[in-house]
C-alpha cells in the first residue's frame, strides 16, 4: 500500500511539473495599451515549434541574432513607433530572438537595443519598415558581439520563422 502512495505521488508531482513547464517555457504573449498583440520567445525547442505554428497570423517577424556566429540572441529591448504619428505603438524585452507582431498597415520605425554583458556598451539599430495590406514584413537585425557568443550546434536552425509551410 505504501508503495501505491508513492507512486501516486511521484506521478502527481510529474504532472504538475508538466503543467508548470507550460508556463515556464511557452512563448511570451501580449496585448498593448495601443491594441498590438504580439508573441515573443523561440528559445526552448517547444517555443520554436509553437512559434514556427503561429507565424501566419502575424505581420511583422522581427528575429535577432549576432552578427559574426549567427547565434540568436534574446535580452534585446524592441521599440515599434508609428512613422506617421510619431506614437509608441509596442516596447518589449525579447526573451528569445523571436517577436512576431499583428501591426496594421503603415510605416513603422524598429529601434532594437542589445547589451551582451552588464559593463558593454549597448548598441542600438534603427529600421523603418512598411506592412502593405495582407502583406507580412520580416525583419532581421544582427548585433556585433564577442568571440563567447556561439551558436551551440553546428548548420542551420531546425526551422525559419520565415518560411511558411
Do not use: N
Amino acid at each position: 500500500m505504501k508503495s501505491h502512495f508513492k507512486c501516486v505521488r511521484e506521478l502527481v508531482g510529474l504532472l504538475c511539473a508538466a503543467g508548470l513547464s507550460g508556463t515556464l517555457y511557452g512563448a511570451e504573449r501580449g496585448v498593448t495599451d495601443r491594441g498590438i498583440a504580439y508573441v515573443s520567445g523561440g528559445v526552448a525547442e517547444v517555443e520554436e515549434d509553437e512559434l514556427i505554428a503561429q507565424r501566419k497570423d502575424y505581420s511583422f517577424w522581427l528575429t535577432t541574432a549576432s552578427k559574426g556566429s549567427g547565434a540568436f540572441l534574446a535580452d534585446v529591448r524592441v521599440r515599434i513607433v508609428d512613422a506617421r504619428t510619431r506614437e509608441l505603438l509596442l516596447e518589449h524585452t525579447l526573451d528569445g530572438p523571436w517577436l512576431f507582431a499583428k501591426l496594421p498597415p503603415g510605416q513603422y520605425q524598429v529601434q532594437a537595443t542589445y547589451r551582451e554583458f552588464a559593463d558593454s556598451p549597448e548598441q542600438t539599430l534603427r529600421r523603418t519598415t512598411t506592412i502593405k495590406p495582407g502583406s507580412r514584413r520580416q525583419m532581421l537585425l544582427y548585433f556585433d558581439t564577442s568571440d563567447r557568443v556561439k551558436r551551440e550546434v553546428d548548420g542551420p536552425p531546425k526551422a525559419s520563422p520565415y518560411t511558411l509551410p
